[in-house]
């Protein structure tokens, strides 16, 4: 079965640093995948989609890639801030080809960044 | 910018008691979707609808529980009998024609005692 797996339940950063994420999947090659971002008691926010025909995507302090030989997605947050402290998801859909696809999510990585 | 949105917030019931979740997904999306988050645990897909019909749904979503887009704006998640491990976060998303993202809603916390 589909299985998605993020590198640790937990991150901690200096403040300045660059924070990155790792996300791998098993059993499927999904046509694209998207990171969220989910703060205590709330629902995930979307923040990048990158599809298996980009390599990288940017937005802002944000960097996405995906790597479909290694089955991988890193996600990166440069110069983080305090304010980046949250849950980090990586929701790849359920397979090929289905735009009305559930969303599986790992079980995210906690960032914690301190001043 | 728009929004989905997601009535009540918090919701406490009885077990066996049914509840009615409610959802405004954002005005142009075709897609709805509702999970649950279990405190501490994954995020966990429920049922996807599409066109006025269920498209997709997990082995979570058994008899007990229903959907419902009644009047074009409102999408609702019915427990009829409610068990203590129904309580969770329940989220609701929507997605635009596309189909890709999904904007997720700020939940609503259910606890069954």
């Known amino acids: 079965s589909q299985k998605i797996e993020q590198n640790s339940e937990a991150l901690n950063i200096q403040e300045g640093k660059t924070a990155t994420l790792t996300c791998n999947y098993t059993?499927?090659?999904?046509?694209?995948l998207q990171w969220y971002r989910q703060d205590p008691g709330r629902g995930p926010v979307f923040l990048l989609l990158i599809r298996e025909n980009e390599k990288e995507k940017r937005k802002e302090r944000l960097k996405v890639t995906f790597d479909t030989t290694l089955k991988q997605s890193l996600f990166h947050i440069t110069a983080s801030q305090p304010a980046d402290s949250a849950t980090y998801l990586c929701?790849?859909?359920?397979?090929?080809?289905?735009?009305?696809?559930?969303?599986?999510f790992g079980r995210g990585t906690q960032l914690t960044v301190w001043p | 910018e728009p929004e989905v949105t997601q009535t009540p917030s918090h919701q406490v019931t009885q077990m066996g008691q049914e509840v009615i979740l409610r959802c405004v997904p954002i005005s142009n999306h075709l897609y709805f979707y509702w999970y649950r988050q279990i405190l501490g645990q994954k995020v966990e897909f429920l049922v996807s609808?599409?066109?006025?019909?269920?498209?997709?749904k997990s082995e979570i979503f058994d008899d007990q529980f229903s959907v419902e887009r009644p009047d074009g704006s409102n999408f609702t998640l019915k427990i009829r009998s409610t068990k203590l491990e129904d309580s969770a976060m329940y989220f609701c998303?929507?997605?635009?024609?596309?189909?890709?993202?999904?904007?997720f809603g700020p939940g609503t916390r259910l606890l069954v005692l």
């Open positions: 998303a929507s997605a635009d024609r596309g189909g890709e993202t999904q904007y």
């Open positions: 059993n499927y090659s999904p046509a694209y």
């Open positions: 929701a790849p859909p359920r397979g090929r080809g289905s735009t009305l696809g559930r969303l599986y």
């Open positions: 609808f599409y066109n006025n019909e269920i498209s997709e």
